[in-house]
């Protein structure tokens, strides 16, 4: 086998994985949408605060870490909900659109502050560490993390098709 087709191989597992997690961006933001007729431009930092989380909880068992992602997500989901979007729920769609920018530059920015590199988060999620971990497929190297991204991207696909 050449070179080039061990790259390619490895190039289309690694894109199919990153594809996987951009489907289930998608999916939430179009159940977002589907809801409240808002495109949340600050839901990629949602995700964001929830890898934060995992990685402050890294030293936690992996259950409990993954359940303070959760809520960590959720509280910040309801916060934004209650404090910003329903009191100008009857504004303009612009209004609406401009303040999920603002929101999205609010965690951003505390994100920044809170990432201050002292060592504070220690190893990126250790507790999940072994889903980094590679597996060959076919000469190609896998990591666990992409095949339950695109397990996951899969049911999720499925479930809204129903």
């Known amino acids: 086998m050449s070179v080039l087709a061990v790259i390619d191989a490895q190039t289309l597992a ?6 996987a997690v951009y489907a289930l961006m998608a999916v939430g933001i179009g ?7 808002l495109v949340n431009f600050a839901y990629g930092q949602l ?3 929830g890898a934060y989380t995992l990685a402050f909880t890294s030293t936690w068992p992996v259950a409990g870490s993954v359940a303070a992602c959760f809520a960590v997500v959720i509280a910040l989901s309801l916060l934004m909900e209650r404090a910003v979007f329903r009191p100008l729920r009857t504004s303009s769609p612009a209004v609406m659109l401009v303040t999920t920018f ?3 530059f609010l965690l951003q920015s505390v994100a920044l502050i809170v990432d201050v590199r002292d060592d504070t988060i220690g190893e990126p999620a ?23 991204a695109v397990g996951v991207a899969i ?5 809204l098709a129903l």
């Open 155 to 159: 049911v999720a696909l499925g479930l």
């Open 47 to 49: 995700v964001m605060a």
């Open 14 to 19: 690694d894109a199919v994985g990153l594809g």
């Open 126 to 148: 250790s507790s999940v560490a072994p889903l980094g971990q590679a597996i060959t497929l076919a000469g190609v190297d896998v990591r666990k993390v992409t095949l339950v």
């Open 31 to 37: 159940l977002v949408f589907g809801v409240l007729r």
């Open 102 to 104: 603002a929101v999205a």
